[in-house]
């Protein structure tokens, strides 16, 4: 009785769907909503609408990926169909991995194009879970105009951007901006924090919070450090209010016109050159620096698109992807946008090149971007992030000491873990 | 065997029970079962993705204590410096700081709204704006209010030469706690004013009269005769604000994200159910706040002898 309603009902939503297909879906997506992001994908997709007569919505959600992902959790759980098409951020595939389809049979081999380590990235257990749309690293924005007046050089190691951030700032703040600071980040207590005090610890050598075999490396004195040197920084170069700074907080003060340096993602470049922005043709863009005999590090970021397995039409909203993921989106998304194509041909296109000059000078940053230990620990990767962002904003906010927090984040993590295995 | 009386009773009983049926449903509905399910999910380990389709398993109380539970007094830092303890100790400092300053300045607002004067009818209703703004929305205004770089608030600080260097009021662990009691305060000083003013309007003036009449200082009025006679209906108040004190979320996960440094017992539930997918340790910690809560209403009803069934 119960399979026949089932066959029933299975039926009559097949017929539902071919009606409807001939007639056009709505399709639901959720873009980001830091930046551009809403702008860019809503163009894309209004675009894709007219091709193929479907209708697409746009899905509002939070700032925050830690948000993001809280949110999604609970519409997995229910089985929700509001949404069809979802952004999924490079650290989530193994973490939601249950509730995305298999892109492989819609996606006719497409995927060769883009980087095979984000491709290897978004599939899990063999199944293309995700489209690489956009990739991320940490890159290190400078003024231009400021570095050049006191005679400075964009830095290569923390000491010196921290010298040069003071210095400037010290200067400007006596020519009567009172506003000036040295360097702004992200160091609110989120996944950004996460990517910041990733790259400080990997730049000083200190590994990356675990290992790839799954040990637990992040209370070494490399590691310690780095934090230390980072916690030096609130309220001397850095504004106190920094560890409550987002993205978007920080990119607030450094387009302002109030910040020397700034941490922040690609996207920043483009809004930074936009006609209103105060700091247009001042910015340059550089490697994040180094710690005295590491090298510089960069947190690997990006965003994929995936389809929910509960979705409705899962033909048209994988079509959707495939439209939103291909190369020609990329390109306009990278001109105008400053979105890092995952397609490395793109990495030529001279247009490409012209519109962000750095994605060409850094092409070794963005392809050698230190991941997040997201793949090691599957499921609780988000916990150990929070625990790693906690214990970083302890040591920020003056809270601990670096090793002493750092040993207390070792034992968390291993508490985390639950035995010897992830 | 029955008398008349009993059986008219017993009627009367029926009656009743089946007047509140329809409300006993609806309340076992939408909060029994809420609550049944919680308080089960507190003994199984699921998580959101087993929930769905029920493959969790019973774990008896070791979402509770031992290693894994929310009561790990074993745990190296010690139980009070775990996210829970932490949670729990935040949550009482906003409880206790926020009710107090609340219940005094509310009374103070309904005294002086109580008295006679010119346009006391826009006052009285410019006083409940905050309350009427939505939470999520005055805080999100008083984030951008408390800026460290764009906020109104530091620009007049040290326009007015009274700090030499902006603050960061919800980044910095010193202020961040601090400063969402403040504006819990902005926000529900006028709920408690509305009430102690209802309470002051019910009062008897033939008092004042003679109070007055006797030429006894206003103050010694005020802690002789108004406040006595206030008391319950204030006590009823500061119940309702305290059992909303200490499930408070909204305000401090809008303003300070999630940091340990100010998380609330009902901010920890939520990151561990929704952002580490722990339902059942979740559920655990849901339990202990729904008990925790239950356990200071009663100590509060014994300590203050308040009968909210009105019988006194």
Redesign the interface.
Known sequence: MNTLWKHMAAGLSIGVAALSAHAGVTITVSCGTVGQDFEFCKKATDEWSKKTGNTVKHLTIPQ?T?DI??LF??M????STDVDVISVDVVWPGTIK??LLDLGPYSKGAEKEHFPAIVSNNTVDGKLLAMPWFTDAGVLYYRKDLLAKYGEKPPTTWDELTATAKKVMDGERKAGNA?M?GYVFQA???EGLSCNSLEWISSYGGGAIVDATGKVTVNNPQAAKALTTAAGWIGTIA???????GEEDAR??FQKG?SVFMRNWPYAWSLSQGADSPVKDKVGVVALPKGDDGKSAATLGGWQLSVVKYSKHPTEAADLVMYLSSAAVQKDRAIRGSYNPTIPALYKDPEVLKASPFFGTLYDTFTNAVPRPATVTG??Y??VS?AFW?AS??VL???AKADESLK?LE?KIN?IR?GPNW | MTNPKSELTRERTRSAWLFLAPTLVVLALVAGWPLGRTIWFSFTDAS??S??DSTYKLVGLSNYFG??GVFNFAA??GFWQT?WGMAIQNTFKFSLVSVVLETVLGVVFALVLNAEFKGRALVRAAVLVPWAIPTIVSAKMWAWIM????GVLNAMLRSAGIIDH???W????AYALWSVVLVDVWKTTPFMALLTLAALQMLPRDCYEAAHVDGIHPVKVFFKVTLPLIWPALMVAVIFRLLDALRVFDIIYVM??????TISMSGFV??EI????YVGYGSAASTVLFLIIGACTLLYLKLSRVDLGGKK
């Open positions: 925050s830690s992902l809280g959790r609970q997995f759980a229910a089985k249950a509730h506003d600071q609110k207590a989120y504004p106190t209010g920094v560890l409550n700074y607030g003060v109030n499921a609780k988000n916990e929070a906690n904003h302890d906010s003056g809270g207390k034992a508490a639950r | 959101l993705d929930i769905g290693e894994y190296p830092e996210d800026h460290d770089q764009f902006n603050i960061a919800t980044a910095d662990p300070t994200s999630n940091s340990v440094a939520r990151r929704v952002d580490n997918n």
